[in-house]
């Protein structure tokens, strides 16, 4: 066998030059006119996606990173300055201490309302009398807006007039400054992270738990398995695809953590609860360092991007 | 003190009587320079953090500036309202796109940065000069308009912190007259304080919690000689032995004498502890006034305004000022408005709505300033007053100065450390 002969695409241009009709080249198959057309609608349906996506995402992103290095000032143009605004955040005491806190928002938000929200799903999915009321009121907080919500919280935490200090004065456990004391402000902002955060995982357990099949659980009563064994060894098991699902968005939701921290604490106490998107906002909007915003904004987006890697590589199996 | 009071209100009055003269021709904002008012044209926006809310832009909308278009006809006024809160991203947003209103608003401390990017029109050449302005207001106030050495704003309204004491509680607890000095202050908050069988603080003898903290330390430091930033503004100044001495007499009232607990008021409270009685002294914006005016009238003769004494007078002063953009294409439109609100009468309507204290000093004797006890106690101790700001980083910074405040008071660290930790901060923005 000749090296020609070895190689198909060698192969196939000796063949086209001797013009062998059995080994030409394909021809490029022509498209139909109707083709064509239907191609071009498809272009044209999905041209305002591609330049909405463009505009607001793709520019902007890229804008971000290439603002994260210069010193951008809003007044001046942009000056190139390679790593000093990563060098300058990651020694800045309150922007490290503000990951720490949006991670510490995280790790307990993220598992708490999730466990709640699986709780109360399964709840609510056992056709409960006024089902549908409660499903409204667990899901009302998703749909309000976060500003309505801390002010009500503003309320309840009030340590004068608050609902919570009157209930625990009740039961003879004094109130404590919930937002303004150090020690309580951020478990206080976390509650209300977690409160909020039901509502939308709640949705999603719902709708998984309606395609577990009931033979599943009829099969397990047949056999004598408790209530409590059925949710362990069949609900938590099938509801694992949502519950991953659920637990990337939750993650990401919760790094993104701004409107209630900007209502409720403003960052205090002495920055107790600072979070990486409320520097963002300090960096831009106080004290007008478009770099360094741009910079802490790359940063976030690399965090929230290792988690989703690693959770992609958890579940791959699951996909 | 009420001699000293008559005297100053005297010496106002005669003021004014003399200005009057040098201002027949050039009152309060208006120019050396006269626009004719059928001459000037075109469209103009204003952006403005006062006169939001329903009352704010009625006031606006239908009585002032119906009262400008009658003067110029041909000139529009498109408005951007917001809230000081807001004020910063506006702004951001506005330069960034190059979209800059014509006629903006903003407030004292602000000037500074804007200035010193080229964002506002140097109204000297527009015509108002800083002599102009002196015959008008106070030196401070023209200054907080100024950046170097050129004007660039105009002072419409002024919010003003000082001392304020519930006479009835002091008198109760034997007490005839507010605070001197900061020994009498401290003395008097503890004998006035109450807490409860099991300690828990019922009220407070001096409250610093209800209003913002940064604030609340810069009337303490004032009143301890202080000051913010060193003359020419390119060093802090305020980690000097009088701003330690100020946070720490902070950290003591509420850690040393437990005058107040951290957390028993705060700046969302809907009711000011002074109204209320949850305190029987404390710092307060002017409005107070006006606020119990609207909650509880009878508490109105038991309010007595004082200026924290110290070393010093201390009393601070912020407020809104009128400035151009410098890339105005209606400049002469934009200095008509901008001469309309800092007018006399548009001023004192836009005050009284707000319960602020009017920058023209000749408005101490109108019938609003002479009705509010607090407002006319701010005029009247003016001269005293200090304002915030100085570099044109102060944008950037005054952000930090509350949880350094928080640090100290929570007891993280001493006035000292929170101070240095602060100036160092404030000279890496100062240097950049």
């Known amino acids: 066998m000749t090296t020609t002969e070895r190689h198909p695409i060698r192969s196939a241009e000796a063949a086209a030059k001797q013009g062998s009709p059995s080994t030409a080249p394909k021809k490029r198959k022509r498209i139909s006119t109707a083709e064509k057309k239907r191609r071009r609608a498809g272009w044209l349906m999905i041209t305002p996606s591609v330049i909405h996506v463009g505009l607001w995402t793709l520019i902007p992103v890229i804008a971000t990173f290439y603002l994260s290095f210069t010193d951008y000032g809003i007044f001046e143009a942009p000056k190139w300055i390679w790593f000093d605004n990563y060098v300058e955040m990651f020694n800045d005491a309150v922007f490290m201490q503000s990951i720490g806190n949006t991670i510490w928002y995280t790790f307990w938000t993220v598992p708490v309302s999730m466990a709640v929200a699986v709780v109360v799903a399964v709840l609510l999915n056992q056709g409960l009398k006024l089902q549908k009321f409660y499903r409204t009121a667990f899901f009302l907080p998703q749909v309000t807006a976060t500003v309505a919500i801390a002010m009500v919280w503003l309320w309840i935490f009030n340590p004068q007039y608050g609902l919570l200090n009157a209930m625990l004065e009740t039961i003879g456990i004094p109130g404590q400054a919930w937002l303004v004391d150090p020690q309580w402000a951020l478990p206080s902002v976390i509650l209300v992270g977690a409160w909020q955060g039901i509502g939308i995982k709640m949705l999603i357990y719902i709708a998984a738990l309606q395609n577990i099949d009931e033979s599943l659980y009829e099969a397990a009563s047949l056999d004598g398995a408790s209530s409590i064994r059925k949710f362990f060894s069949i609900t938590v098991p099938m509801l694992k695809p949502a519950t991953f699902f659920v637990f990337i968005i939750s993650i990401i939701g919760a790094f993104q953590v701004f409107d209630q921290i900007y209502v409720l604490t403003d960052g205090g106490p002495a920055n107790v609860t600072t979070m990486m998107t409320y520097e963002v906002y300090r960096s831009a909007f106080q004290e007008f360092r478009m770099g360094m915003a741009s910079a802490q904004s790359v940063v976030l987006f690399a965090f929230l991007l290792f988690v989703t890697l690693i959770s992609r590589r958890v579940t791959k199996e699951e996909d | 003190m009420e001699v000293k009071s008559r005297m100053r209100r005297t010496a106002s009055v005669a003021m004014v009587a003399l200005l009057g003269l040098g201002l027949a021709a050039c009152s309060a904002g208006e120019a050396d320079t006269d626009l004719n008012p059928d001459e000037v044209s075109g469209e103009i926006s204003l952006l403005t953090p006062i006169f939001e809310g329903s009352p704010g832009q009625d006031l606006l909308e239908d009585e002032l500036l119906p009262q400008f278009y009658e003067e110029y006809p041909n000139v529009t006024v498109n408005v951007d309202y917001t809230t000081y809160g807001n004020l910063n991203e506006k702004l951001t947003t506005a330069v960034v796109s190059g979209l800059v209103p014509d006629v903006m608003l903003m407030g004292v401390g602000w000037i500074e940065a804007f200035a010193d990017k080229g964002v506002l029109a140097d109204l000297g050449e527009l015509g108002l000069s800083e002599d102009t302005l002196k015959e008008s ?296």
Do not use: C
């Open chain 2, 137 to 432: 207001y106070t030196d401070e106030i023209v200054e907080a308009g100024m950046w170097d050495g050129n004007v660039y704003a105009v002072p419409i309204m002024l919010d003003t912190r000082f001392g304020v004491a519930r006479m009835d509680i002091l008198k109760e607890a034997g007490y005839d007259s507010p605070p001197s000095s900061w020994e009498e202050l401290i003395e008097i908050a503890e004998a006035t304080t109450v807490r409860s069988s099991n300690g828990s603080l019922e009220r407070a003898g001096f409250d610093m919690m209800s209003l913002d903290a940064r604030q609340a330390f810069e009337t303490i430091l004032f009143s301890a000689g202080g000051e913010l930033f060193n003359d020419d503004a390119t060093a802090p100044a305020f980690n000097s032995d009088e701003g330690v001495a100020a946070l720490g007499l902070m950290a003591d009232l509420v850690n040393k004498y437990e005058v107040e607990d951290i957390g028993f008021t705060s700046t969302d409270d809907i009711v000011n502890p002074l109204i209320n009685g949850r305190a029987a002294m404390g710092i307060a914006h002017n409005n107070l006034w006006t606020q119990a005016l609207e909650a509880d009238e009878t508490v109105l003769d038991n309010l007595e305004p004082f200026v924290i004494q110290g070393e010093a007078s201390g009393m601070f002063f912020g407020g809104t000022l009128a400035t151009v953009a410098n890339n105005s294409k209606n400049p002469e439109a934009a200095r008509a408005l901008l001469e309309f609100l800092s007018s006399p009468d548009a001023a004192l309507a836009a005050n009284e709505q707000r319960g602020n204290v009017p920058a023209l000093t000749e408005l101490l004797d109108s019938d609003y300033v002479q009705s509010n006890r607090f407002v006319q106690f701010a005029m009247e101790n003016l001269d005293v007053a200090q304002r915030e700001g100085g570099p044109s980083q102060w944008l950037e910074v005054r952000g930090d100065f509350a949880p350094a405040v928080q640090g100290a008071l929570l007891g993280q660290k001493t006035p000292q450390e929170a101070l240095d930790d602060l100036a160092a901060l404030v000279q890496t923005a100062i240097d950049r």
